[in-house]
């Protein structure tokens, strides 16, 4: 369009030329643009934070000097319209999309993106850092942290606030905390009075008045009650109190769509120095009436929509997912267990808990994003001989590594951690992705680890894990299985026994007589393209269920009656499945050649999940070609005499 103000911006320079009176033109430009570009996207994206931060994304870039500035974005789901405004607009269309931009901040991708996010509430130890750094180099710069009211409720915001509120060798650094505050969980604002308060106490009259007084009151009797009277008067306006006891100057609320509010209050706090605390509020999927009725529902965008209509249900009947599996398995234990508690971190829709959270009210348990409270709170529970299920996505469990270890396993109490999102994600990437778990739980004493293989088998390993006596982790991906029919009765698995699924009809050591005869130990879905690599290389097939306590029995038998293993997982390949294998192997004195098959050594880019899994060799064709290449050729070589 010839008349189009976003398609002048090319980077923050080019929006702070525009007089202000063009900034709500641009506001509208950006807000439509994000929507258009979203539903037509086949992967879709995070929709309705981002509606919801375009006036204040405007904002900023207006007022501060970026990139000199540092903008930290919290979670960073919302910086789609920050993406557009700082040279990647025409690169929108490829977000999250195999090759095109993250759906995050990455400090490789844009100086702008000035630090990595993806997990909550990080960006005011960031911004802290940033600031502090500034002030020991002796730079002009401002730090400033967009976090919102959800991330507000994990304890490392708090720690941040504790920490940037006050001086350290005599240095303060000048750190502004941007409180998004789009759940009208905090009093939204009330009009013209509010907004001239807020402008009044970030302008210079206020803070020289108040100043002032504290100076020609300080050592006088009058000080404290001063100083009281003030901070209560303040709170009886606005909901700040907390925040200038951290140290902060607080701010707000004002309305995070105003810009006439927004750009003067922001220009006062540019120029203030030490901590600033600036509370605005917004609305999910503002100026898009669907999301504003709904924000839940339109948080993210699923693939290609019609704004019109909005989101559609597809005709054909989806394949159920390891979701909805471990739901309506939570219904149903619940219902027969008057024990057991279901426990999120701020995921119940993810986690596909909504439908216990409206049957089981009383023990449903939201701790808010506090992930490491998530895993003591359940540790307490169970040591008052409740049955604790936390639902956690792999990636998140991450950040209550220690708790697992010193409040849950030490102690060797029976809490089930329903892992959900286990393996490559897909278009979030590598922030999300839970490659690690396996290693990193198979380690802790105590600890079981489950690996259905698919939607019924997953019903059965959360059964069998929630009736052992301590505690057990059973991951499973994000998205549907192969479709395999779901039971409605649950049964006990046989605890750390695998299956075989598929017997080789080679005749057993066939060393230099013939081609080599293959056992492949999968873990896991990848079970299924295990199974379609199988049927071409004639090979045997275990599902293991286990990766701890593993099948020794399998594995050894595997062992002396193949020429060589594979393993097969979708996680890290350090200290993974095949590692805890090969240790087996190690233990019992057998040395078979091993090809062990797993995500590699590095963070996997955001895209699709099978273009991922293929080109990390994990698919069917994928397994059948590392066997060749590894086995193929030289069957001789396979095995050393002594052990034929």
């Not at 002009?140 to 959800?150: E, H, L, N």
């Not at 707000?252 to 810009?259: A, E, N, R, S, Y």
């Amino acid at each position: 369009m010839s008349d189009s103000l976003l398609h002048t911006i090319n980077s923050p320079a080019d929006l702070r030329c525009l007089p202000r009176t063009e900034l709500p033109k641009l506001a509208g430009e950006l807000r439509a643009y994000v929507l258009d570009t979203l539903s037509n996207s086949r992967i879709g994206g995070h929709l309705g934070s981002n509606l919801g931060t375009v006036e204040l994304t405007v904002a900023l870039h207006y007022v501060f000097n970026t990139p000199h500035d540092r903008l930290v974005w919290d979670v960073g789901h919302q910086t789609y319209p920050h993406k557009v405004l700082t040279g990647r607009r025409d690169a929108l269309a490829t977000i999250r999309h195999f090759g095109g931009i993250s759906g995050f901040p990455r400090r490789d991708e844009s100086e702008y993106d000035t630090f990595g996010t993806g997990h909550s509430s990080t960006s005011i130890s960031a911004a802290h850092g940033m600031a502090m750094a500034a002030k020991l180099k002796g730079e002009d710069r401002k730090a400033v942290a967009i976090i919102g009211d959800g991330a507000m409720t994990a304890g490392m915001a708090f720690e941040a606030l504790n920490n940037a509120g006050v001086a350290h060798g005599g240095v303060m650094g000048d750190v502004l905390v941007i409180l998004n505050d789009n759940d009208m969980s905090i009093s939204p604002p009330v009009g013209a009075l509010n907004k001239y308060l807020a402008r009044l106490m970030s302008g210079s009259f206020y803070a020289s008045a108040r100043e002032g007084a504290k100076s020609v009151l300080k050592n006088t009797p009058l000080y404290e009650f001063a100083k009281r009277f003030e901070e209560h008067t303040k709170g009886m306006v606005v909901p700040g109190t907390i925040f200038e006891e951290f140290g902060f100057n607080y701010v707000g609320p004002i309305d995070g769509h105003d810009l006439d509010a927004l750009i003067p209050t922001l220009e006062n706090l540019r120029g203030k120095k030490g901590p600033q605390f600036l509370h605005v509020v917004t609305k999910k999927g503002q100026g898009y009436k669907l999301a504003e009725a709904d924000p839940v529902k339109y948080h993210a965008a699923p693939g290609k929509f019609d704004p019109s209509v909005g989101f559609v249900k597809s005709a054909a009947p989806a394949k159920v997912s390891f979701t909805q599996v471990f739901g309506d398995w939570l219904c149903d234990m619940a219902e027969a267990d008057s024990r057991l508690i279901g426990i999120t971190p701020a995921m119940r829709e993810g986690s596909g808990m909504v439908e216990f959270h409206k049957r089981f009210p009383t023990r449903y348990h939201d701790v808010g994003i506090a992930e490491q409270h998530a895993v003591t709170v359940a540790g307490g529970m169970a040591c008052e001989g409740m049955k604790p299920v936390v639902a956690i996505y792999s990636t998140f469990l991450q950040r209550a590594y220690d708790q697992l270890i010193h409040d849950v396993a030490l102690q060797n109490l029976p809490v089930l951690f329903a892992l959900d999102r286990a393996g490559l994600v897909g278009a979030d990437g590598a922030t999300h992705a839970g490659n690690y778990d396996i290693a990193f739980t198979r380690c802790i004493p105590n600890m079981a680890v489950l690996t259905p293989a698919d939607e019924n088998e997953c019903r059965q390993a959360l059964f069998t894990g929630y009736q052992h006596s301590g505690p057990v982790t059973v991951r499973y991906p994000r998205g549907a299985g192969v479709g395999v029919e779901v039971q409605k009765t649950m049964s006990l698995l046989p605890w750390g026994k695998g299956e075989l699924r598929r017997q080789s009809s080679k005749p057993q050591l066939a060393g230099a007589a013939g081609a080599p005869r293959i056992a492949i130990l999968a873990f896991g879905t990848l079970l299924y393209p295990a199974l379609e690599a199988a049927e071409q290389l004639d090979a045997t097939v275990a599902n293991m269920r286990f990766v701890k306590p593993l099948d020794v029995e399998l594995v050894t038998e595997l062992a002396r009656t193949h020429d060589a293993l594979v393993t097969v997982e979708d996680g890290c390949l350090m200290g993974g499945a095949g590692s805890a294998v090969m240790e087996v192997l190690q233990a019992a004195g057998l040395n078979p050649p091993v090809l062990v098959l797993g995500l590699p050594d590095e963070f996997i880019e955001h895209g699709e999940v099978p273009k991922l899994m293929a080109a990390c060799g994990l698919d069917a064709s994928g397994i059948e070609q590392a066997i060749l290449k590894r086995f193929g050729a030289r069957p001789s070589l396979l095995r050393p005499a002594a052990n034929q």
